[in-house]
């Protein structure tokens, strides 16, 4: 139980005192995620971020500590949060703003092969899969309580230094909530949280067969291009060599307008995150990026060269 007592301080003034605070940090050159204020009833609306709040507000751990944390996340609090490899950082601001961390343990091995056996041939579009277009039957695997994607509370740690001496204050909270809506555009970051690659869940060889038919016979039925996307959701490589690939903001914004994309969408297609194409494109001149977001980039650019 925590006992410490702060002066109040109003919405608008914490906001106004953390937009100047975030703008500061942006132009020192971090790269600040806020999640943004909103006024829906839910906090989330995909089917990963609801499930994500769902499967959390039921625990015992939890249930009197989270709703502390819904106003905050609506109003806007949650300035900044990135989610990476099993943890999630953020800052909130309350009377000062905070800093916190959330810890989350890898899913376990034999959980994510159980998963990955039930979902076998099952699930054939990495698209629909983040989407959450997929059966009542994958969806009550991927949902269990126990067995499924969603980590425990003994799973979770949080680290805040605001002064609260509750395991989970109320900054946590909002953090925990952020996460849910920023599944609603990234619904990959749950199964980057759990140390898992999403793309394990997709049946390739199923996805084949659905196109031939199922047959076997020693002369197999020759697949054309479109209909490998049409199951894939993704576009398949041409021999040609299309003109070179520039890394600028420039470039990436015109080859994602020329796809008719929205960043989220572009962002899956490119095998990145959304935020990355939103600063990206913001970006003046050649951009310094990891040598795989580059590869996905040209491979996109050399597909709709080669149209």
């Known amino acids: 139980m925590s006992f410490y007592y702060n002066e109040y301080v109003p919405v608008a ?33 995909s089917f990963w971020g609801k499930a994500w709040c769902r499967h959390l507000e039921p625990f015992s751990d939890y249930s009197n500590r989270l709703p502390r944390g819904r106003t905050y996340v609506r109003n806007g609090s949650v300035c900044h ?15 000062e703003m905070y800093k916190l961390s959330i810890h989350i343990e890898p899913l376990c091995p034999e959980k994510w092969s159980n998963i990955k056996n039930a979902c076998r041939g099952k699930v054939g579009s990495l698209i629909e899969l983040l989407q959450g277009k997929i059966s009542d039957e994958i969806m009550t695997v991927v949902t269990d309580r126990d067995e499924g994607l969603f980590p425990h509370p003994n799973e979770i740690r949080f680290n805040c230094n605001c002064p609260d001496w509750a395991e989970m204050c109320k900054h946590v909270a909002a953090a925990m909530y952020g996460i849910g809506v920023r599944l609603d555009t990234e619904p990959e970051l749950l199964f980057k949280l759990r140390g898992v690659n999403h793309e394990e869940l997709i049946s390739v060889d199923t996805a084949v067969a659905d196109i031939t038919g199922g047959k076997r016979s020693r002369r197999r039925r020759r697949l054309q291009t479109e209909d490998l996307e049409n199951v894939f959701g993704v576009e398949l490589e041409a021999e040609a060599e299309p003109p070179a690939f520039e890394p600028t903001g420039e470039c990436i914004r015109a080859l994602r307008e020329k796809t008719g994309l929205s960043q989220f969408a572009f962002a899956l297609k490119a095998g990145v995150s959304a935020p990355s194409i939103a600063k990206w494109e913001k970006a003046n001149g050649t951009l310094n990026l990891q040598a795989k977001s580059f590869q996905a980039l040209e491979k996109v650019f050399k597909q709709i060269h080669l149209k």
């Open 13 to 45: 003034v914490r906001r106004a005192k953390a937009l100047k605070k975030m703008e500061k940090l942006k132009k020192a050159g971090e790269d600040i995620l806020p999640i943004e204020p909103f006024r829906t009833r839910g906090i989330a609306k």
């Open 81 to 95: 949060l990135e989610i990476n490899q099993e943890e999630a950082c953020a800052m909130v601001s309350g009377s």
